[in-house]
Nanobody, 120 residues
C-alpha cells in the first residue's frame, strides 16, 4: 500500500506562484517511490473531468499538458520521498483541486487533493 498526501495549495493572484508537495508513505512506498515509478499530477476543475497535468517516468523525461508547458515543473526528491509541482505565472483557469498519483506494481494510488484557487 502507498499513502499519498498533497499540500501547498491556496489562494493566489494571477501571475503568482505556488509549489505543491506530495508525500508518500506505506509499505510499498520504498525509499524512492516517485523516481522508481511513473508519477503524475492531475487536476479537476469544478464541473469538469479530472485531467492529467504533468508526469515523470523512471529515468525518463518529464511531460506536460500543453496549457501548462513553460509554467509548471514536476520534480521529486528521493531522499524525502516527496514529489513537487512548481507552478509559476498562474492563471485563473488553473483553479482546480490538484491530485498526485503514482503507479506501483500495476496499482494506482491517489492523494485526497489540495485546492488551488487563482484570482484574476
Amino acid at each position: 500500500q502507498v499513502q499519498l498526501v498533497e499540500s501547498g495549495g491556496g489562494l493566489v493572484q494571477a501571475g503568482g506562484s505556488l509549489r505543491l508537495s506530495c508525500g508518500a508513505s506505506g509499505t510499498a512506498s520504498s525509499p524512492n517511490v516517485f523516481t522508481a515509478n511513473t508519477a503524475k499530477w492531475y487536476r479537476q476543475a469544478p464541473g469538469k473531468q479530472r485531467e492529467w497535468v504533468a508526469l515523470m517516468t523512471p529515468h525518463g523525461p518529464t511531460n506536460y499538458q500543453e496549457s501548462v508547458k513553460g509554467r509548471f515543473t514536476i520534480s521529486a526528491d528521493s531522499t524525502s520521498n516527496t514529489m513537487y509541482l512548481q507552478m509559476n505565472n498562474l492563471k485563473p483557469e488553473d483553479t482546480a483541486i490538484y491530485y498526485c498519483n503514482v503507479e506501483v506494481d500495476m496499482k494506482s494510488y491517489w492523494g485526497p487533493g489540495t485546492q488551488v484557487s487563482v484570482s484574476s
